[in-house]
Nanobody, 131 residues
């Protein structure tokens, strides 16, 4: 089993920055895909950014050039740096992953919002942006 736990959310003003962290524990082997999703009030969960074991990094158009996904393998941690935040970025942000499934395409799964194909989820962390 794999456990994911997000931290780093909070309430900030438009234009500010935040860094979200997701610690990963458990049996993580084989090919992998890790991602950040968000769920804005009244909307469905959507993929924000993905990173995979082949070196692929992809972003949703709505966050490109403002958000950066990265990882620290030594710390078993996934990050999402959020810059130039806007009120419409207000959402609960979730860390998600799947492992050892080479038949899936990480970019398509995440940016196509195929949430059912992400095997592991954290509980989310709330980000609130005021104007």
């Amino acid at each position: 089993q794999v456990q994911l736990a997000e931290t780093g959310g909070g309430s900030v003003q438009a234009g500010d920055s935040l860094r979200l962290s997701c610690t990963v524990s458990g049996d993580t082997k084989g090919t992998w895909c890790m991602a950040w999703f968000r769920q804005r009030p009244g909307q469905q969960r959507e993929g924000v950014a993905s990173i995979d074991g082949y070196g692929g990094i992809y972003y949703a158009n709505s966050v490109k050039d403002r958000f950066t996904i990265s990882q620290d393998n030594a710390k078993h941690t996934l990050y999402l740096q959020l810059n130039s935040l806007k009120p419409e970025d207000t959402a609960r942000y979730y860390c998600a992953a799947y492992f050892d499934n080479p038949g899936r395409d990480c970019r398509v799964t995440v940016l196509g919002n195929f949430v059912e194909f992400m095997d592991y989820w954290g509980n989310g962390t709330l980000v609130t942006i005021s104007s």
